[in-house]
């Protein structure tokens, strides 16, 4: 028998799309949060997304406004989780805070939930411990913009039950997702695995002075029919991640390339406010970068 009550732990950017995401495709959800005005920021986050999939997927007011309906709102862990055949967790990615919020779910959901996190770094097996149904627990990874970015990669940990495994993958399929199976936990699964060195790289060829944003992204899109190159994924992701990131291996490596890196990318960017697509510029200019233009493959 399939779920039919989700619970979505966390209404942040990713929570809240794949609440909505998820009550779109038909089923009950339930969004908890730990506070009231956590959840009037999700649903300002849902309205805006109701447009979003009138916009992108030719959606209907009926169809946005029904998924809307199906939905309801906790700041009560009990009563959130009460019916939930489903817990998704997206709570902020610090170990101490899962840990906690783990610990307080398996107290008071059903023994027959399944326990997924929607964690892009840390580990099921990092968690296990604290969620008190080993076999019921394991990864369920969302790209940002869900509705658009449908992949969702579903990682066991080593005590993970291949029937409940299984049931995720189907699961992912119901609301729209393409599922990608991992049968062993890899930091960064997969998507990240493959895009984070290729983003290291492009930034080092930077700092090195080898070549400008404009020449190695225009290399990276001739070479491989890419519809991007690295700086403009790095615009999408925010250059306050991509600084976070140097600034953390340089804290962690000693490593003068990152601490380099991490310099340029705080004084000749984010001191500038240019901190990407959400800002208007980032290496590039929005909303018409350079590198959308058809001439710029050619030059």
């Known amino acids: 028998m399939g779920f039919k009550h989700i619970t979505v732990a966390g209404s942040g950017v990713l929570g809240s799309q794949i609440a909505y995401q998820t ?36 959606a209907t007011d009926e169809q946005v406004d029904a998924a809307f309906e199906r939905m309801s709102f906790y700041t009560d862990l009990s009563k959130a989780v009460e019916q ?12 101490s805070i899962k840990e906690d919020f783990y610990t307080k779910l398996s107290a008071v959901a059903p023994k027959e939930t399944i326990f997924a996190t929607n964690s892009s770094t840390l580990l099921p097996s990092q968690f296990v411990a604290f969620t008190g149904r080993p076999s019921q627990f394991l990864a369920l990874h969302f790209a940002n913009e869900i509705w658009k970015n449908n992949t969702a990669e579903v990682m066991k940990h080593p005590g993970t ?128 970068p350079s590198f959308a233009d058809p001439e710029f493959l050619k030059r």
């Not at 730990?34 to 997927?57: F, H, M, P, Q």
């Not at 002075?209 to 190695?216: K, R, S």
């Not at 225009?218 to 999408?236: E, N, Q, R, S, Y």
């Open 161 to 288: 039950d291949m029937n409940v495994f299984n049931q995720i993958v189907e699961f992912a399929r119901e609301i729209g997702m393409v599922p990608l199976q991992l049968h062993k936990e890899q930091p960064g699964y997969i998507l990240n695995s493959l895009l984070v060195p290729l983003l290291e790289a492009g930034q080092m060829l930077l700092v090195n002075e080898v070549a400008d944003p404009e020449t190695i992204d225009k290399t990276w899109m001739i070479g491989t029919g890419a519809p991007l190159g690295p700086f403009a994924i790095l615009d999408v992701v925010g250059i306050r991640t991509a600084y976070n990131i140097s600034q953390a291996k340089a804290d962690a490596t000693g490593n003068e390339a990152f601490k380099k890196l991490a310099h340029l990318l705080k004084t000749e960017y984010i001191d500038k406010g240019k901190l990407g697509r959400e800002t208007g510029e980032g290496f590039y200019n929005y909303p018409n």
């Open 23 to 58: 009550a779109y495709s038909g089923f009950q959800v339930s969004v908890y949060d730990i506070s009231e005005e956590a959840l009037a920021t999700a649903k300002g986050r849902i309205l805006k997304l109701k447009e979003s999939y009138k916009n992108d997927l030719q």
């Open 84 to 95: 939930a055949d489903l817990v998704i967790e997206a709570v902020p990615e610090v170990v």
